[in-house]
Nanobody
């Protein structure tokens, strides 16, 4: 059983930055890729960013140049750094890991962007 634990969400004001973390219960290089998704109230879950085992990253058009997905192999931690956040990006952010024949999800971290 694989577990993913997200942290770092919280209320922020428009234009602010926030960094989310995700720690998998197995070595992150077991998975290809690892990813961040988000689900806003009343909407479907959508892809935010992915990072392949070898390193290439992919971003949704809406977050390019503002969000950065990264990882720290020593800490076995995946990150999502978000800048210039907007109210419409209020959502629960989920860490995803794909491998071992399955997709694994964390319980999510709520990020509320509001003035």
């Amino acid at each position: 059983q694989v577990q993913l634990v997200e942290s770092g969400g919280g209320p922020v004001q428009p234009g602010a930055s926030l960094k989310l973390s995700c720690i998998p219960s197995r070595n992150m290089f077991t998975f290809n890729p690892m990813a961040w998704y988000r689900q806003a109230p009343g909407k479907e879950r959508e892809l935010v960013a992915t990072v392949d085992r070898a390193g290439p990253t992919h971003y949704a058009d809406s977050v390019k140049d503002r969000f950065t997905i990264s990882r720290d192999s020593m800490k076995n931690t995946l990150y999502l750094e978000m800048t210039n956040q907007q109210p419409e990006e209020t959502a629960t952010y989920y860490c995803g890991a794909f491998g071992l024949g399955k997709a694994y999800w964390g319980k999510g971290s709520l990020d509320t962007v509001s003035s």
